[in-house]
């Protein structure tokens, strides 16, 4: 099942993906299912990044590619970083490239979608709090990043949280092809099979730290090939068994 956020007439709501239809739920989709009559038709409606997260609690260094390329040793445990629910954008919507920086890049990660207060689970049961799966662009200002030596900056920037386009529900996500590509070109090429921490132990991992709450999102690592995008670029992160998600690069007005 996939669930999306979507505007239509001027409303916020949410639904469930069919076919190119979308089928409008009661309420909010973390305490069950409720398909209405009404319906939209995909073109007709404008999606949104498909939860509203309270934060996005990012891991960094969990695809053995990446710790290579920045040479950094395998994190013993999930190397944990936050970015703020004001970063979050949804499909198609404007990365907007800080003026107070000069090389901006695309992070192709698979999001975890949180469906209900999770603290202190452990990792038999941690899948029981997960809504489903999305894509994510942990958008990265690499040079602040640098200059900082700790993240929030550099990853915090509006626009910098590209979600979406929607929630796939039914996924086995131990080995799923993750792909970015920058102007239809094939830059990032992994499988979340490296995952070094898979989603059982992140979700463990994270809610032994801060309570989780419903549409949380953990954003699991990117695999190796991260680089800069410049305005005016268009860029896909694209994993098998949900979607691609687009968004293009814009300059900051
Ligand atoms: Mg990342």
Redesign the pocket.
Known sequence: MKIVRFTASGRRHYGILKGDKVQLISGNPFGGIKLLEDAFKLSEVKLLAPCVPSKIA???I?YRG?AAEFKHDLPASPLMFLKPSTAVIGPLADIVYPSISKQVDF?G?MGIVISRKARRVEPAEALDFVLGYTC?N?V?ARDLQKIDGQWTRA?SFDTFAAVGPWIETELDTSALKIETRLNGEVKQSGNTRDLIFPVARLVAAVSRVMTLLPGDVI?S??PEG?GPMQPGDMVEVRIEGIGGLVNHVATEK
């Open positions: 990012a891991i960094g969990n990446h992070e990660e994510f942990d990265t990853k954003a690592g990117t991260v």
